[in-house]
């Protein structure tokens, strides 16, 4: 994979395959059909907090790793250097996550990019937390984005997010009983981000002590 010397590293648990929301249906079978066309492509999608936008260009990136195509993927919420998107247009696949994020130099280089990938067949993925015109952005950059293929992404309900976290739970064999999602819906967070960190520190308590995630033990690590 090009990575071009970045740290960046993928989570091999956001694939495409177990990205959930019955509405997100609509994006996964556009993306199914990107790998199919020889064209160039341009996709924004956005969305909110946790609303799965890394989960998305991630399963992305892995779905084109799984076809040997060249890809990268650059999470523009972290520091970089300048010319970070240099010849990225020779590659299959382009995943820019959290544009919104873009300093100056970088929306300069990614409307460079954008014109570039036309004459080329790159996938160009990219995803923000809203609408490219109500984005902080150079204005030409804002209206090459809002000619891309746009999508929604739906936020996710609690049962939903029970599904994101049990998925988790399933790969690390723990079942985990429903009236303690419902504490942690309650009485901690229900935010996906915050649930999912608080679980990883509650695996590693019961880990320790040789016991299930319960309810007491959330009132244990997490204070609550």
């Known amino acids: 994979m090009n990575q071009l010397g970045l740290p ?3 989570d091999s648990k956001m694939l495409l395959d177990n990205f959930v929301g019955k509405k997100n249906q609509q994006i996964l079978d556009f993306i199914s059909q990107l790998s199919t066309q ?4 341009v996709v924004y999608v956005y969305g909110g907090k946790s609303s799965g936008r890394t989960h998305l260009l991630q399963g992305c990136a892995f779905a ?3 076809e040997k195509l060249e890809v990268t993927y650059i999470d523009f ?15 299959d696949w382009v995943c820019l996550d959290n544009v919104n994020c873009l300093n100056e130099n970088q929306q300069q280089e990614l409307f460079d990019l954008y014109n570039r990938s036309v004459q080329t067949q790159v996938k160009l993925i990219m995803s923000g937390d809203a609408l490219p015109t109500e984005l902080n ?7 090459r984005l809002s000619l891309a293929t746009i999508f929604h992404l739906e936020s996710l309900d609690d049962d939903s997010k029970k599904e994101v ?3 988790k739970m399933k790969n690390r064999n723990i ?16 935010n996906l981000t915050d649930l999912l960190k608080a679980i990883d520190c509650l695996d590693e308590a019961s880990l320790q002590q040789k016991n ?7 009132k244990q690590v997490l204070s609550i």
């Open 8 to 10: 960046f590293s993928l």
């Open 38 to 41: 020889k064209a160039p492509s």
């Open 64 to 66: 084109a790793l799984k």
């Open 77 to 91: 919420n972290q520091d970089l250097p300048d010319g970070v998107m240099d010849n990225l247009e020779s590659l």
């Open 137 to 143: 952005l150079l204005k030409d950059l804002k209206t």
């Open 165 to 167: 976290i049990q998925s």
């Open 175 to 190: 079942a985990i009983e429903n009236k303690v999602y419902d504490y942690l819906f309650k009485y901690y967070s229900r």
């Open 212 to 218: 299930n995630i319960t309810i007491p033990l959330i």
